[in-house]
Protein backbone atom coordinates (compact mmCIF):
# COMPACT_ATOMS: atom_id res chain seq x y z
CA UNK A 1 0.00 0.00 0.00
CA UNK A 2 1.34 3.50 -0.77
CA UNK A 3 1.66 6.22 2.08
CA UNK A 4 -1.99 7.16 1.31
CA UNK A 5 -3.52 3.99 2.66
CA UNK A 6 -4.27 3.69 -1.63
CA UNK A 7 -3.49 0.13 -3.55
CA UNK A 8 -0.83 0.27 -6.03
CA UNK A 9 -2.58 -0.79 -9.20
CA UNK A 10 -0.95 -1.91 -12.65
CA UNK A 11 -2.81 -2.94 -15.62
CA UNK A 12 -1.47 -4.14 -18.67
CA UNK A 13 -1.85 -5.46 -21.96
CA UNK A 14 0.51 -8.21 -24.20
CA UNK A 15 -1.23 -9.99 -27.06
CA UNK A 16 -4.86 -9.43 -26.49
CA UNK A 17 -7.96 -7.66 -28.24
CA UNK A 18 -8.45 -5.12 -25.68
CA UNK A 19 -11.61 -6.79 -24.90
CA UNK A 20 -10.33 -7.22 -20.95
CA UNK A 21 -9.58 -3.74 -20.86
CA UNK A 22 -13.46 -3.03 -21.87
CA UNK A 23 -14.38 -5.50 -18.90
CA UNK A 24 -12.89 -2.78 -16.49
CA UNK A 25 -14.63 0.12 -17.89
CA UNK A 26 -18.00 -2.25 -17.27
CA UNK A 27 -17.60 -1.33 -13.45
CA UNK A 28 -19.26 1.36 -14.71
CA UNK A 29 -19.63 3.72 -11.60
CA UNK A 30 -17.83 1.27 -9.43
CA UNK A 31 -14.42 2.80 -11.26
CA UNK A 32 -14.55 5.48 -9.40
CA UNK A 33 -14.38 2.99 -6.08
CA UNK A 34 -11.70 1.49 -8.29
CA UNK A 35 -9.32 5.13 -8.22
CA UNK A 36 -10.34 6.36 -4.64
CA UNK A 37 -8.86 3.58 -3.24
CA UNK A 38 -6.29 2.51 -5.85
CA UNK A 39 -3.54 4.74 -7.45
CA UNK A 40 -3.23 2.94 -11.15
CA UNK A 41 0.71 3.65 -11.65
CA UNK A 42 0.44 1.91 -15.01
CA UNK A 43 -2.08 0.89 -17.40
CA UNK A 44 -0.86 1.72 -21.05
CA UNK A 45 -4.46 1.62 -22.74
CA UNK A 46 -5.32 4.66 -20.00
CA UNK A 47 -2.98 6.58 -18.66
CA UNK A 48 0.51 7.79 -19.77
CA UNK A 49 3.26 5.52 -18.37
CA UNK A 50 6.02 4.28 -20.05
CA UNK A 51 8.55 1.04 -19.68
CA UNK A 52 10.88 3.20 -18.22
CA UNK A 53 9.00 4.44 -15.77
CA UNK A 54 8.15 0.67 -14.23
CA UNK A 55 11.62 -0.53 -14.60
CA UNK A 56 12.77 2.60 -12.38
CA UNK A 57 10.49 1.37 -9.79
CA UNK A 58 11.74 -0.77 -7.15
CA UNK A 59 11.07 -4.52 -7.19
CA UNK A 60 7.68 -5.45 -5.61
CA UNK A 61 6.79 -1.67 -5.34
CA UNK A 62 3.32 -2.47 -7.22
CA UNK A 63 0.97 -4.09 -5.36
CA UNK A 64 -1.51 -6.17 -7.86
CA UNK A 65 -0.63 -6.28 -11.40
CA UNK A 66 -3.71 -7.49 -13.66
CA UNK A 67 -2.21 -8.57 -16.59
CA UNK A 68 -3.78 -9.46 -19.72
CA UNK A 69 -3.44 -11.30 -22.77
CA UNK A 70 -0.41 -13.95 -24.11
CA UNK A 71 2.96 -14.35 -24.59
CA UNK A 72 3.36 -13.85 -28.45
CA UNK A 73 6.32 -11.75 -29.12
CA UNK A 74 9.52 -11.04 -26.85
CA UNK A 75 7.90 -7.69 -25.95
CA UNK A 76 4.89 -9.39 -23.93
CA UNK A 77 7.61 -12.00 -22.41
CA UNK A 78 9.58 -9.04 -21.54
CA UNK A 79 7.14 -7.28 -19.82
CA UNK A 80 5.89 -10.34 -18.09
CA UNK A 81 9.34 -10.54 -16.43
CA UNK A 82 9.36 -6.76 -15.91
CA UNK A 83 5.91 -6.74 -14.26
CA UNK A 84 6.67 -10.18 -12.11
CA UNK A 85 9.91 -8.28 -10.67
CA UNK A 86 7.78 -5.17 -9.59
CA UNK A 87 4.59 -6.62 -8.68
CA UNK A 88 3.36 -8.95 -5.06
CA UNK A 89 0.76 -10.09 -6.76
CA UNK A 90 0.55 -11.22 -10.22
CA UNK A 91 -2.63 -12.10 -11.91
CA UNK A 92 -2.96 -13.62 -15.30
CA UNK A 93 -6.08 -11.90 -16.22
CA UNK A 94 -8.53 -13.34 -18.80
CA UNK A 95 -8.57 -16.07 -20.72
CA UNK A 96 -5.75 -15.19 -22.88
CA UNK A 97 -3.25 -14.99 -19.87
CA UNK A 98 -4.62 -17.90 -18.28
CA UNK A 99 -4.61 -20.27 -21.49
CA UNK A 100 -4.06 -18.72 -24.00
CA UNK A 101 -7.44 -17.97 -25.65
CA UNK A 102 -7.98 -16.98 -29.59
CA UNK A 103 -4.20 -15.33 -30.24
CA UNK A 104 -3.67 -18.97 -29.11
CA UNK A 105 -4.69 -20.48 -32.05
CA UNK A 106 -2.00 -19.60 -34.20
CA UNK A 107 -0.70 -22.38 -32.11
CA UNK A 108 -1.98 -24.11 -34.77
CA UNK A 109 0.58 -22.88 -37.64
CA UNK A 110 3.82 -21.37 -37.69
CA UNK A 111 5.55 -18.06 -37.44
CA UNK A 112 6.79 -18.19 -41.39
CA UNK A 113 3.22 -19.04 -42.47
CA UNK A 114 1.38 -16.80 -40.40
CA UNK A 115 3.66 -14.29 -41.52
CA UNK A 116 3.02 -15.49 -45.12
CA UNK A 117 -0.66 -15.25 -44.87
CA UNK A 118 -0.58 -11.84 -43.34
CA UNK A 119 1.96 -10.13 -45.03
CA UNK A 120 2.02 -11.65 -48.76
CA UNK A 121 -1.17 -13.85 -49.33
CA UNK A 122 -4.23 -11.84 -47.47
CA UNK A 123 -6.62 -10.33 -50.33
CA UNK A 124 -6.01 -7.00 -49.04
CA UNK A 125 -2.52 -7.02 -48.54
CA UNK A 126 -0.31 -5.34 -51.16
CA UNK A 127 2.80 -6.23 -50.45
CA UNK A 128 5.02 -6.24 -53.92
CA UNK A 129 8.55 -6.84 -52.02
CA UNK A 130 7.41 -9.07 -50.21
CA UNK A 131 8.77 -7.31 -47.22
CA UNK A 132 8.19 -9.27 -43.93
CA UNK A 133 8.94 -8.30 -40.16
CA UNK A 134 12.39 -7.91 -39.21
CA UNK A 135 13.85 -7.75 -35.57
CA UNK A 136 16.58 -5.60 -36.81
CA UNK A 137 16.02 -3.34 -39.82
CA UNK A 138 19.11 -0.17 -41.26
CA UNK A 139 17.27 2.98 -41.54
CA UNK A 140 19.12 6.08 -42.62
CA UNK A 141 18.96 7.18 -39.01
CA UNK A 142 20.52 3.70 -37.90
CA UNK A 143 19.15 0.61 -36.81
CA UNK A 144 16.13 -0.42 -35.29
CA UNK A 145 14.56 -3.00 -33.55
CA UNK A 146 11.38 -4.66 -32.81
CA UNK A 147 10.13 -7.58 -30.82
CA UNK A 148 10.33 -10.87 -32.20
CA UNK A 149 7.36 -12.67 -33.36
CA UNK A 150 7.45 -16.36 -31.70
CA UNK A 151 6.72 -19.57 -32.92
CA UNK A 152 4.47 -20.71 -30.49
CA UNK A 153 1.78 -18.24 -27.85
CA UNK A 154 2.13 -18.97 -24.50
CA UNK A 155 0.33 -18.15 -21.35
CA UNK A 156 1.42 -16.00 -18.46
CA UNK A 157 1.96 -18.71 -16.50
CA UNK A 158 4.39 -20.50 -18.66
CA UNK A 159 6.40 -17.86 -18.53
CA UNK A 160 6.18 -16.75 -14.79
CA UNK A 161 5.31 -17.66 -11.82
CA UNK A 162 1.53 -16.14 -11.47
CA UNK A 163 0.06 -15.68 -8.30
CA UNK A 164 -3.95 -15.99 -9.31
CA UNK A 165 -6.03 -16.79 -12.78
CA UNK A 166 -8.58 -14.63 -13.50
CA UNK A 167 -10.43 -16.69 -15.89
CA UNK A 168 -13.17 -14.72 -18.97
CA UNK A 169 -13.08 -13.59 -22.37
CA UNK A 170 -13.78 -11.42 -20.89
CA UNK A 171 -13.86 -11.37 -17.19
CA UNK A 172 -17.39 -10.39 -16.24
CA UNK A 173 -17.78 -7.12 -14.53
CA UNK A 174 -18.98 -8.31 -11.25
CA UNK A 175 -16.57 -11.32 -11.14
CA UNK A 176 -13.41 -8.62 -11.37
CA UNK A 177 -15.70 -5.96 -8.98
CA UNK A 178 -15.30 -9.91 -6.66
CA UNK A 179 -11.95 -10.16 -6.89
CA UNK A 180 -10.78 -6.78 -6.25
CA UNK A 181 -12.91 -6.94 -2.99
CA UNK A 182 -11.38 -9.59 -1.99
CA UNK A 183 -7.98 -8.04 -2.45
CA UNK A 184 -8.94 -5.02 -0.74
CA UNK A 185 -10.16 -6.91 2.00
CA UNK A 186 -7.22 -8.99 1.98
CA UNK A 187 -9.26 -12.50 1.58
CA UNK A 188 -7.71 -13.93 -1.15
CA UNK A 189 -7.49 -17.22 -1.38
CA UNK A 190 -4.05 -19.60 -1.65
CA UNK A 191 -1.91 -18.92 -4.49
CA UNK A 192 -2.42 -20.36 -7.69
CA UNK A 193 -6.05 -20.57 -7.14
CA UNK A 194 -8.52 -20.03 -9.65
CA UNK A 195 -10.42 -16.76 -8.70
CA UNK A 196 -13.06 -14.53 -10.03
CA UNK A 197 -15.17 -17.66 -10.90
CA UNK A 198 -17.38 -21.13 -9.56
CA UNK A 199 -16.37 -24.69 -8.95
CA UNK A 200 -19.15 -25.66 -11.13
CA UNK A 201 -19.57 -26.37 -14.76
CA UNK A 202 -21.31 -23.73 -17.28
CA UNK A 203 -23.94 -26.09 -17.33
CA UNK A 204 -24.56 -25.89 -13.44
CA UNK A 205 -25.51 -22.37 -14.18
CA UNK A 206 -27.47 -22.81 -17.22
CA UNK A 207 -31.46 -22.46 -17.32
CA UNK A 208 -31.45 -24.91 -20.29
CA UNK A 209 -33.40 -28.12 -19.71
CA UNK A 210 -31.51 -31.04 -19.86
CA UNK A 211 -33.00 -34.58 -20.85
CA UNK A 212 -30.92 -37.66 -22.01
CA UNK A 213 -28.45 -37.13 -24.85
CA UNK A 214 -27.99 -39.11 -28.28
CA UNK A 215 -27.20 -37.32 -30.76
CA UNK A 216 -27.80 -38.85 -34.42
CA UNK A 217 -26.53 -35.48 -36.00
CA UNK A 218 -24.16 -32.45 -34.66
CA UNK A 219 -24.92 -28.87 -36.23
CA UNK A 220 -22.95 -26.20 -36.67
CA UNK A 221 -25.01 -22.98 -35.31
CA UNK A 222 -25.93 -21.52 -38.46
CA UNK A 223 -27.55 -24.93 -39.49
CA UNK A 224 -30.21 -24.79 -36.62
CA UNK A 225 -32.96 -22.44 -35.41
CA UNK A 226 -32.73 -24.20 -31.46
CA UNK A 227 -35.54 -24.71 -29.31
CA UNK A 228 -35.11 -21.60 -26.87
CA UNK A 229 -35.96 -23.58 -23.75
CA UNK A 230 -34.08 -27.25 -24.22
CA UNK A 231 -30.42 -28.25 -23.56
CA UNK A 232 -28.53 -26.84 -26.75
CA UNK A 233 -26.26 -29.78 -26.53
CA UNK A 234 -29.48 -32.16 -25.99
CA UNK A 235 -30.10 -30.64 -30.09
CA UNK A 236 -27.10 -31.64 -31.13
CA UNK A 237 -25.13 -27.93 -30.73
CA UNK A 238 -21.98 -28.48 -29.56
CA UNK A 239 -21.80 -26.85 -26.58
CA UNK A 240 -18.32 -26.06 -24.52
CA UNK A 241 -20.90 -26.01 -21.35
CA UNK A 242 -19.58 -29.91 -19.63
CA UNK A 243 -16.12 -29.27 -20.01
CA UNK A 244 -16.11 -25.16 -18.94
CA UNK A 245 -16.12 -23.42 -15.58
CA UNK A 246 -18.64 -21.69 -14.58
CA UNK A 247 -18.44 -17.89 -13.32
CA UNK A 248 -19.90 -16.43 -15.80
CA UNK A 249 -23.33 -17.04 -15.68
CA UNK A 250 -24.20 -18.68 -18.41
CA UNK A 251 -24.26 -15.55 -20.65
CA UNK A 252 -24.13 -17.67 -23.99
CA UNK A 253 -26.80 -20.21 -23.60
CA UNK A 254 -29.06 -17.86 -22.26
CA UNK A 255 -28.98 -16.20 -25.34
CA UNK A 256 -29.06 -19.79 -27.53
CA UNK A 257 -25.63 -19.45 -28.00
CA UNK A 258 -23.46 -22.38 -27.20
CA UNK A 259 -20.83 -22.01 -24.78
CA UNK A 260 -17.33 -21.46 -26.74
CA UNK A 261 -15.47 -22.58 -23.20
CA UNK A 262 -13.86 -19.24 -22.32
CA UNK A 263 -13.84 -19.83 -18.73
CA UNK A 264 -11.24 -22.22 -18.97
CA UNK A 265 -11.47 -26.01 -18.34
CA UNK A 266 -13.53 -27.00 -15.68
CA UNK A 267 -12.03 -27.82 -12.27
CA UNK A 268 -9.70 -30.51 -11.59
CA UNK A 269 -9.61 -31.40 -15.86
CA UNK A 270 -5.96 -31.30 -17.09
CA UNK A 271 -7.10 -30.15 -21.02
CA UNK A 272 -10.37 -28.70 -21.84
CA UNK A 273 -10.27 -29.96 -24.96
CA UNK A 274 -9.55 -33.79 -24.17
CA UNK A 275 -12.38 -33.50 -21.94
CA UNK A 276 -15.27 -31.50 -24.43
CA UNK A 277 -14.20 -34.46 -26.67
CA UNK A 278 -15.04 -36.85 -24.52
CA UNK A 279 -18.25 -34.89 -23.35
CA UNK A 280 -19.83 -34.78 -27.20
CA UNK A 281 -17.98 -37.78 -28.65
CA UNK A 282 -20.10 -39.86 -25.75
CA UNK A 283 -23.53 -39.18 -26.58
CA UNK A 284 -23.76 -39.87 -30.20
CA UNK A 285 -26.31 -42.34 -30.72
CA UNK A 286 -24.90 -45.23 -32.52
CA UNK A 287 -24.88 -48.84 -31.73
CA UNK A 288 -21.79 -49.61 -34.72
CA UNK A 289 -18.60 -48.52 -35.48
CA UNK A 290 -19.57 -47.24 -38.67
CA UNK A 291 -22.11 -45.21 -37.97
CA UNK A 292 -19.78 -43.50 -34.85
CA UNK A 293 -17.13 -42.78 -37.07
CA UNK A 294 -19.91 -41.04 -40.06
CA UNK A 295 -21.27 -39.13 -36.81
CA UNK A 296 -18.71 -38.08 -35.57
CA UNK A 297 -16.55 -37.31 -38.79
CA UNK A 298 -19.16 -34.27 -39.63
CA UNK A 299 -17.49 -32.12 -36.94
CA UNK A 300 -16.11 -29.25 -38.58
CA UNK A 301 -12.49 -28.88 -37.28
CA UNK A 302 -12.17 -31.06 -33.99
CA UNK A 303 -9.14 -28.62 -32.41
CA UNK A 304 -10.32 -25.51 -33.61
CA UNK A 305 -13.84 -26.29 -31.59
CA UNK A 306 -12.60 -27.81 -28.56
CA UNK A 307 -9.76 -25.80 -27.65
CA UNK A 308 -10.55 -22.46 -29.23
CA UNK A 309 -10.10 -21.03 -25.80
CA UNK A 310 -7.07 -22.87 -24.44
CA UNK A 311 -4.38 -24.67 -27.00
CA UNK A 312 -1.34 -22.81 -25.17
CA UNK A 313 -2.45 -24.67 -22.50
CA UNK A 314 -3.50 -28.05 -23.18
CA UNK A 315 -1.25 -31.08 -22.64
CA UNK A 316 0.40 -30.36 -25.89
CA UNK A 317 0.40 -26.85 -26.50
CA UNK A 318 0.82 -26.37 -29.85
CA UNK A 319 0.30 -28.90 -33.01
CA UNK A 320 3.77 -30.24 -34.07
CA UNK A 321 6.59 -28.91 -35.14
CA UNK A 322 9.80 -30.39 -37.61
CA UNK A 323 13.00 -29.90 -36.71
CA UNK A 324 13.17 -26.63 -38.28
CA UNK A 325 10.60 -25.17 -36.43
CA UNK A 326 8.12 -25.46 -39.11
CA UNK A 327 4.70 -27.23 -39.09
CA UNK A 328 4.86 -30.58 -40.07
CA UNK B 1 19.09 -40.08 -30.68
CA UNK B 2 19.83 -41.68 -33.85
CA UNK B 3 17.51 -43.67 -35.96
CA UNK B 4 19.59 -46.93 -35.78
CA UNK B 5 19.43 -46.71 -31.99
CA UNK B 6 15.64 -45.63 -31.68
CA UNK B 7 13.67 -47.72 -29.63
CA UNK B 8 10.17 -47.26 -29.96
CA UNK B 9 8.50 -46.23 -26.37
CA UNK B 10 4.55 -47.53 -26.60
CA UNK B 11 2.01 -47.32 -24.57
CA UNK B 12 -0.74 -49.60 -23.91
CA UNK B 13 -4.02 -48.90 -22.45
CA UNK B 14 -5.71 -52.56 -21.88
CA UNK B 15 -8.95 -53.23 -20.70
CA UNK B 16 -8.64 -55.83 -17.50
CA UNK B 17 -11.13 -58.54 -18.94
CA UNK B 18 -10.17 -59.33 -22.69
CA UNK B 19 -6.85 -57.36 -23.85
CA UNK B 20 -5.40 -57.58 -20.46
CA UNK B 21 -5.93 -61.24 -20.39
CA UNK B 22 -4.64 -62.03 -23.83
CA UNK B 23 -1.79 -60.17 -23.08
CA UNK B 24 -1.08 -62.24 -19.75
CA UNK B 25 -1.84 -65.31 -21.58
CA UNK B 26 0.95 -64.46 -24.06
CA UNK B 27 2.91 -63.62 -21.62
CA UNK B 28 2.76 -66.90 -19.82
CA UNK B 29 2.58 -68.82 -23.16
CA UNK B 30 6.03 -67.03 -23.68
CA UNK B 31 4.92 -65.93 -27.30
CA UNK B 32 7.63 -63.84 -28.98
CA UNK B 33 6.60 -59.92 -28.22
CA UNK B 34 8.97 -57.16 -28.30
CA UNK B 35 9.25 -55.31 -25.07
CA UNK B 36 8.61 -51.59 -26.22
CA UNK B 37 5.18 -51.56 -25.03
CA UNK B 38 3.93 -50.63 -21.25
CA UNK B 39 0.46 -51.95 -20.36
CA UNK B 40 -1.56 -50.08 -18.51
CA UNK B 41 -4.71 -52.37 -17.31
CA UNK B 42 -7.54 -50.40 -16.90
CA UNK B 43 -10.94 -51.46 -15.70
CA UNK B 44 -12.74 -51.06 -19.04
CA UNK B 45 -11.46 -48.77 -22.61
CA UNK B 46 -14.82 -47.37 -22.07
CA UNK B 47 -12.94 -45.26 -19.05
CA UNK B 48 -10.08 -44.13 -21.27
CA UNK B 49 -10.27 -39.94 -21.32
CA UNK B 50 -8.79 -38.99 -24.34
CA UNK B 51 -6.70 -37.00 -22.04
CA UNK B 52 -5.15 -40.08 -20.92
CA UNK B 53 -3.89 -40.49 -24.76
CA UNK B 54 -2.43 -37.11 -25.08
CA UNK B 55 -0.68 -36.92 -22.01
CA UNK B 56 1.20 -40.10 -23.03
CA UNK B 57 2.11 -38.32 -26.29
CA UNK B 58 2.71 -35.17 -24.25
CA UNK B 59 5.23 -37.10 -21.96
CA UNK B 60 7.49 -39.16 -24.16
CA UNK B 61 5.23 -41.94 -25.91
CA UNK B 62 5.87 -42.60 -29.44
CA UNK B 63 2.70 -44.68 -30.17
CA UNK B 64 -0.18 -45.55 -28.01
CA UNK B 65 -2.21 -48.48 -28.32
CA UNK B 66 -6.05 -49.26 -27.11
CA UNK B 67 -7.82 -52.55 -26.83
CA UNK B 68 -10.75 -53.56 -25.51
CA UNK B 69 -13.20 -56.14 -25.50
CA UNK B 70 -15.24 -57.00 -29.39
CA UNK B 71 -18.60 -55.30 -29.03
CA UNK B 72 -21.26 -55.49 -29.00
CA UNK B 73 -21.48 -58.32 -26.67
CA UNK B 74 -18.15 -59.17 -24.88
CA UNK B 75 -18.01 -55.95 -22.64
CA UNK B 76 -17.73 -56.97 -19.37
CA UNK B 77 -20.32 -53.73 -18.35
CA UNK B 78 -22.66 -53.95 -21.56
CA UNK B 79 -22.05 -50.74 -22.98
CA UNK B 80 -18.06 -49.46 -22.11
CA UNK B 81 -17.18 -50.75 -25.38
CA UNK B 82 -19.56 -48.47 -27.56
CA UNK B 83 -17.95 -45.51 -25.30
CA UNK B 84 -14.76 -46.32 -26.71
CA UNK B 85 -15.64 -46.90 -30.34
CA UNK B 86 -17.83 -43.68 -30.56
CA UNK B 87 -14.92 -41.25 -28.81
CA UNK B 88 -12.03 -42.97 -30.42
CA UNK B 89 -12.67 -42.24 -34.07
CA UNK B 90 -13.19 -38.30 -32.73
CA UNK B 91 -9.77 -38.60 -30.52
CA UNK B 92 -7.68 -39.59 -34.09
CA UNK B 93 -8.83 -37.03 -36.09
CA UNK B 94 -7.86 -34.81 -33.35
CA UNK B 95 -4.71 -36.37 -33.42
CA UNK B 96 -4.24 -36.13 -37.27
CA UNK B 97 -4.84 -32.01 -36.68
CA UNK B 98 -1.71 -31.80 -33.83
CA UNK B 99 0.82 -33.47 -36.53
CA UNK B 100 0.77 -36.83 -34.76
CA UNK B 101 0.87 -39.52 -37.95
CA UNK B 102 -2.45 -41.92 -37.83
CA UNK B 103 0.53 -44.87 -37.43
CA UNK B 104 1.23 -43.70 -33.93
CA UNK B 105 -2.46 -44.36 -32.75
CA UNK B 106 -3.89 -47.80 -32.42
CA UNK B 107 -7.51 -48.82 -31.22
CA UNK B 108 -9.30 -51.84 -31.65
CA UNK B 109 -10.42 -54.96 -30.03
CA UNK B 110 -8.94 -58.18 -28.64
CA UNK B 111 -10.86 -60.85 -26.62
CA UNK B 112 -9.08 -62.81 -23.75
CA UNK B 113 -8.91 -65.81 -26.14
CA UNK B 114 -7.06 -64.30 -29.02
CA UNK B 115 -3.04 -63.86 -27.41
CA UNK B 116 -2.08 -64.95 -30.50
CA UNK B 117 -3.39 -61.82 -31.71
CA UNK B 118 -2.05 -59.25 -29.45
CA UNK B 119 1.70 -60.70 -29.88
CA UNK B 120 1.43 -60.03 -33.08
CA UNK B 121 -0.32 -56.86 -32.69
CA UNK B 122 2.71 -55.83 -30.61
CA UNK B 123 5.05 -56.69 -32.78
CA UNK B 124 3.39 -55.37 -35.66
CA UNK B 125 2.55 -51.93 -33.95
CA UNK B 126 6.15 -51.15 -32.77
CA UNK B 127 7.52 -52.04 -36.22
CA UNK B 128 5.36 -49.59 -37.75
CA UNK B 129 6.40 -46.64 -35.14
CA UNK B 130 9.85 -47.68 -35.39
CA UNK B 131 9.46 -46.88 -39.21
CA UNK B 132 7.89 -43.28 -38.45
CA UNK B 133 10.96 -42.34 -36.11
CA UNK B 134 10.56 -40.85 -32.65
CA UNK B 135 7.69 -38.11 -31.53
CA UNK B 136 9.79 -36.24 -28.76
CA UNK B 137 6.98 -34.73 -28.13
CA UNK B 138 8.95 -33.09 -24.68
CA UNK B 139 11.56 -31.61 -26.98
CA UNK B 140 9.19 -29.29 -28.14
CA UNK B 141 7.56 -28.59 -25.61
CA UNK B 142 10.91 -27.64 -23.86
CA UNK B 143 12.62 -25.65 -26.71
CA UNK B 144 13.11 -21.83 -26.31
CA UNK B 145 12.23 -19.57 -28.70
CA UNK B 146 15.60 -18.68 -30.55
Known amino acids: ?38 DILFWPVAIDAKYKDVEAMPDKHIDVCLFNGAIRTSENEHLAHLLRQKSKVLVAFGSCAHEGCIPGLGNLFDRQSIFERVYLEAPSVDNPQKILPQTTTQVPEGEIHIPKFYNTVKTLGQVEDVDYFLPGCPPQPHQIWA ?17 GANEKTVCDECKHKREEKRIKKFYRIHEIIPDTTQCLFDQGIICAGPATRGGCGALCPQVNMPCRGCYGPAPHQIDQGAALLSAVSSVVDADTEEEAARIVG ?15 SSLLHRVRLNEGGKVA | MSDKTFEPHIVGFLCNWCTYTAADTAGVSRMEQPPNVD ?4 M ?37 NFKTFRRMPLLERLLE ?50
Not at chain 1, 7 to 21: D, I, N, R
Not at chain 2, 46 to 71: M, Q, T, W, Y
Open chain 1, 179 to 195: VIEAILAGNLPPKGSVV
Open chain 2, 97 to 146: QYGIEKGRFHWGWISGAEAPKWAQLTRDFTEQVRGLGPLDWKRQLESKED
Open chain 1, 1 to 38: MAPNGKLKLALYWAASCGGCEIAIVELREKILIVDQVA
Open chain 1, 298 to 312: EIADPIGTFYRFSLP
Open chain 2, 44 to 80: CTGRIEPAFILKAFAEGADGVIVSGCHPPGDCHYNSG
Open chain 2, 39 to 42: IIRL
